[in-house]
């Protein structure tokens, strides 16, 4: 696997990595036009990224690509102001939604429906469900790329075993472990509370789950008085009476995901179950001990609400990274750009590099490179999930605007915390749908 995947996934949240270093080149010394590119520093995504535009730029001298890499907090803030500023690179790297779409509404960057209509090759060796994220009131603004993180349901084998259980097949046994768990001294649900997006997890598959994808897709879609609908408002009463039920670890609103505390607290068997993004396999790899390697770790998808409208192949998540070009580029940097998105990207050996830092590429038949793995089978499933998903939804607050993202992870933390109602949430969510 080259990198341990505990190293190269022990940052990643939703909002992928947070790296740190320097840097920029990758061979771009050809004499002909120069695209510009930015991107995050540090692992697991610097190396496979620096080596893709070496190749470019090796392939293509008269047509080259310059980087910069970006400290993750850092990139953020410059890369609003440049574009604020009509002074983006050539290729803007990103995570779609909510942010993307900003970039639309302010005319700074391409659309790119026509050329993925005229390369349609390069469209449908993506996993479909990629394109969500990249796509803005039917119209795609930016090219999918690099690795998918589904948000899945881990377990504690050893637990289950000791209890003389098996996994939820339904919501209805997820209410049915919790007494089980309760009444063996076993937290049912592990949770890093204080960060906030932990819990979101919850509500995006309680959602998805009880009235299918279109639930937050309003919400995304700008339509009025979206969070009341009949679904989310039973989304919400779920996720108080589950807290109510005692289903997460005692002080959870104080426990932190980014000190992994959370995935302690399964790899130990302090608590049965918790659902996490598919980073945290390496991190409970890289930190549990003998836990994965003895096979003491199982996952599964979110398993279907009893009644529910939705999918039970669908999932959450990061369902990639993107890629736009910036309007305000020259028109020879925009044809070195989409060269780039035709030929450079997510070549063979770019898929092995990112299978070599832990990640699944969003390319049909990547799996294809996981034989030998000894992360073989975790790969698969995540590789399964994230191919046959009908719909791959963002992480809400990626999907939504910044701020919007902040009002919904502050109310989610009151949710959490019983101190408002679930109408009371909604009301405050439907407050700022569209801004």
């Keep these: 696997m080259g990198l341990p995947l505990g190293a190269a996934l022990a940052a990643c949240g939703t909002s992928g990595p947070a790296p740190s270093g320097g840097g920029a080149g990758a061979g771009a010394s050809g004499s002909g036009t120069k695209a510009t590119y ?3 520093q540090g692992p697991p995504g610097e190396a496979p990224r620096t080596a893709a535009v070496k190749r470019f730029n090796q392939a293509n001298p008269n047509g080259q690509i310059a980087i910069t890499t970006i400290q ?10 440049a574009i604020g500023a009509g002074q983006a690179p050539t290729i803007i790297w990103g995570w779609g939604g909510g942010g993307l779409r900003s970039y639309v509404q302010a005319g700074q960057v391409e659309d790119l429906t026509s050329w993925f209509d005229q390369n349609a090759a390069v469209k449908d060796r993506l996993f479909p469900s990629s394109f969500g994220a990249a796509t803005i009131d039917g119209k795609i603004y930016a090219m999918p790329c690099e690795t998918v993180q589904p948000i899945i349901l881990f377990y504690n084998k050893k637990v289950f075993e000791k209890v003389g259980v098996q996994p939820p097949q339904s919501y209805g046994d997820i209410l049915d472990l919790v007494k089980k768990f309760n009444a063996q001294g076993i937290a049912p649900f592990s949770l890093g509370g204080q960060s906030r997006w932990t819990n979101m ?3 995006e598959f309680l959602f998805d789950r009880i009235g299918g994808s279109e639930v937050f897709q309003a919400v995304f879609d700008g339509e009025k008085d979206a969070w009341n609908n009949p679904a989310s408002i039973e989304g919400l009463t779920k996720m108080q009476e589950l807290i109510k039920a005692n289903a997460f670890v005692k002080g959870f609103s104080s426990i932190t995901a980014d000190s992994n505390a959370d995935q302690a607290l399964l790899y130990t068997g302090k608590a049965a179950m918790m659902l996490h993004g598919s980073w945290s396999y390496g991190i409970q790899q890289a930190q549990g001990g003998d836990f994965v390697p003895s096979g003491g ?3 599964m998808n979110f398993p279907p609400v009893d009644g529910g409208k939705g999918d039970p192949s669908d999932t959450v998540g990061n369902p990639g990274q993107y890629l736009s070009i910036s309007s305000k580029a020259s028109p020879e940097q925009k044809e070195i750009a989409k060269k780039f998105f035709a030929n450079g990207l997510l070549d063979d050996q770019e898929q092995k590099d990112w299978v070599g830092t832990g990640g699944v590429p969003i390319v049909k038949g990547s799996d294809k490179l996981f034989t030998g793995s000894k992360d073989a089978e975790f790969l698969n499933f995540i590789y399964g999930v994230a191919s046959n998903a009908k719909v791959f939804a963002q992480s809400w607050d990626q999907a939504l605007s ?4 902040e009002v919904l992870l502050d109310n989610i933390a009151k949710l959490f915390q019983l101190s408002i109602s679930p109408q009371q949430f909604a009301t405050n969510m439907n407050a700022v749908i569209g801004k």
Excluded: C, E, R, S
């Design 297 to 299: 770790l199982g996952w």
């Design 38 to 40: 930015w991107f995050l």
């Design 201 to 203: 997890m919850w509500l």
């Design 72 to 81: 993750n907090d850092a990139y953020k803030t410059k890369i609003k102001t």
């Design 402 to 405: 910044p701020t919007a993202a």
